[in-house]
C-alpha cells in the first residue's frame, strides 16, 4: 500500500509543483509534470514516470492506475487542489523523465515540424499533436517557443511529447543548418514571395522540415531567405490570416507522411 | 463632442454588458458586443456599429475610431474595466446589428461549414475564421453549438461573424434537408466506415457542406448517415484525434473555394 501524503507543504509535493510551474527546473532537472488520467496513460505508453501521485477516489474509479511504473503515494483531496492546474481536477499527476534529444537525433528521409518563437502553449501543443498525427518524426523549437512541457502546452499535445524527437535550439539558423546537413529540405511558411501551398511538392525522399513562426508576426525575414522554398496558404479576399495552429496544422497536413 | 458616461451603473453600459454575458438577450435583441480594435474594425466593414464605446486614452492612441458610424460615447476607465471580457482592455467596445439569416439564404453552387454540438467558444470562433479564408459562403450551427456571437467566439472569429451567412438550426437534421433541397452535397466528417479524406474530390459544382461534430465525440450516427459522403482524416498509428478546429480547418481546406 503506497504511502499517503496530507501535507501541502510536503517536499515532495513542492517538487512536483516547482516542475509544473517552472521551465527552467524543468530544463535542470530532465523532468516535467502532467496531469490526468488521458494524459498521463498517453505519455505511460513511451515513457516510464518516475513518481505517480492520485487520490482513494481516483484509484477507486480508476484501478487500472494502480498498473502505472514509478514510485506511487496516495495524496489528500487538498494536496491534490494544489498540484491541480485545473479547475476540477481528475486526481492523478505523474512526474515523466524528458528525453534529451539533439540534432543528432535528426535521420535521412525524415519528417520534421520547426517552431520560430510560437508563443502561446496551447499553440505549442495543438501543433505537435497534429504533427505527430501526420507522420512527422520530431519537432524543433528555436527562440522564445512556448515550454512544450508546460501543463497548458502538455495537454494540449495529447501525448505528442512522448511520441515524437524534441530538440531545442536557441536559434532558427542552427536547426536550417542541421537539416541541410543531413539533406532534409527546409520549407518555410511566408505570406509574401512565396508559392501556394498547392503548388508545392508532397514528396521530398531526402526528408522535409517545415517552419512555422510567431503568431503575430509569422517568421523572420532572415529564416524564410536560409529555407529551401516559401509557401503560403491561399486566402480568400478580405481574410488576412489564419488561426496559429490552423495554419500551421494545414502546412503540417499537406507535407503528410501518412498513409491512407 | 460625445458624452461620457461615468457610472459603471449606467443603463447603456448594464445594456452592454448583458449582451456580452446573455446568449438569451443577444438572440432577443439581434445585437452582440465586440471588443478591441481589430474586431471592431474588422466587423464594421460589413457591418454598423449601433453603439461605439471608448476611453479618452484610446481615441488619443486611435483617432480613426472617432470615424466609426452608430452613436459614440466616452467611458470612463473604470466603466471601460466593467465592459471588458480581457484583462488588459484597449478601451474600444462596439455593439453591433446580427443579421437574421435562414435556410432561404442558402445558395446553389454555395460552400458552407455545419457545426453540430461544437461546445467550446474557441473552436467554433476558429472554424468560421478558417471558413471565410478557405472561400466558404456561410456556416449552420446546430444544436448545442457555443454562440458565435459571444466575446470568446468572436474573437477567435477574427470578423469572420460578417463575411459569412450564419444559419441556426435546432437539429442537424433540418440543415440537411435544406441543403439536399439546394442540391448541395453534404460530407460528414467520421472515423469510421468513411473515405480517406485524400479520395475525396474537391469540385462540387452544385455546393458542398461539410459537417463537423463535437470535440469528444464526433457527429452523431444519425447525421453521420443522412450525409451523401463521410471522410477521415488519415492519421499515423497510435494517434487518435486532433485539435477540433484544426481536424475541422483541414476539412475545409480539402474542399476550399479559394484560387491560388
Known amino acids: 500500500m503506497p504511502d499517503t501524503i496530507q501535507s501541502r ?22 523532468l516535467f509534470f502532467a496531469e490526468g488520467l488521458r494524459l ?10 518516475v513518481e505517480v501521485y492520485y487520490t482513494q477516489r481516483f484509484l477507486q474509479a480508476h484501478p487500472e492506475a494502480a498498473q502505472l511504473p514509478g514510485r506511487h503515494a ?14 476540477s481536477p481528475q486526481g492523478l499527476f505523474c512526474i515523466f523523465p524528458r528525453r ?26 495543438a501543433l505537435l499533436r497534429s504533427a505527430a498525427a501526420f507522420g512527422f518524426d520530431g519537432a524543433v523549437l ?38 541541410h546537413l543531413y539533406g532534409i529540405t527546409v520549407i518555410a511558411a511566408a505570406l509574401e514571395h512565396s508559392a501556394p501551398l498547392e503548388a508545392a511538392d508532397t514528396a521530398f525522399p531526402g526528408g522535409v522540415a517545415v517552419l512555422v513562426g510567431n503568431e503575430g508576426n509569422g517568421l523572420a525575414p532572415q529564416t524564410v531567405a536560409s529555407a529551401d522554398m516559401a509557401v503560403r496558404i491561399p486566402m480568400a479576399n478580405g481574410v488576412e490570416s489564419l488561426n496559429a495552429a490552423v495554419a500551421g496544422s494545414v502546412l503540417l497536413w499537406h507535407f503528410r507522411g501518412v498513409q491512407q
Open 9 to 30: 507543504e510536503n517536499e515532495r509535493i513542492k517538487h512536483a509543483c516547482a516542475l509544473r510551474d517552472s521551465a527552467a527546473r524543468r530544463r535542470a532537472e530532465g
Open 40 to 49: 498521463c496513460t498517453d505519455l505511460a505508453q513511451s515513457l516510464c514516470p
Open 74 to 87: 496516495f495524496v489528500s483531496e487538498a494536496v491534490a487542489e494544489k498540484l491541480s492546474d485545473t479547475r
Open 100 to 125: 534529451a534529444q539533439t540534432f543528432s537525433d535528426l535521420g535521412r528521409g525524415g519528417r520534421y515540424l520547426c517552431m520560430e518563437h510560437v508563443q502561446d502553449p496551447a499553440n505549442v501543443g
Open 142 to 179: 528555436c527562440g522564445a517557443c512556448a515550454d512544450p512541457f508546460a501543463p497548458k502546452a502538455a495537454r494540449a499535445s495529447m501525448g505528442a511529447l512522448a511520441r515524437m524527437a524534441l530538440i531545442f535550439a536557441d536559434e532558427t539558423k542552427q536547426a536550417i543548418d542541421a537539416f
